[in-house]
């Protein structure tokens, strides 16, 4: 999934262990409440996307 990000230039992210049971909730619930899901992936990004800034990684 990393990789498909990258290739359809979008953030990707890395699943953190404290946000586990976050993850597993959201595809418990996928068929009734998606946010779920969409919100922890959503937040990943955001850390990924922090990271790299902190990194001074530039977007080519």
Request: hydrophobic share 40%; proline share 2%; net charge negative.
């Amino acid at each position: 999934m990393f990789k498909q990000c990258l290739q359809n230039s979008h953030i990707p992210f890395v699943l953190l262990d404290r946000d586990r049971a976050f993850y597993l909730r959201g595809l418990k619930e996928w068929d009734f409440e998606r946010n779920y899901l969409i919100d922890t992936l959503l937040t990943q990004q955001d850390i990924y996307a922090s990271v790299c800034e902190q990194l001074d990684f530039k977007k080519e």
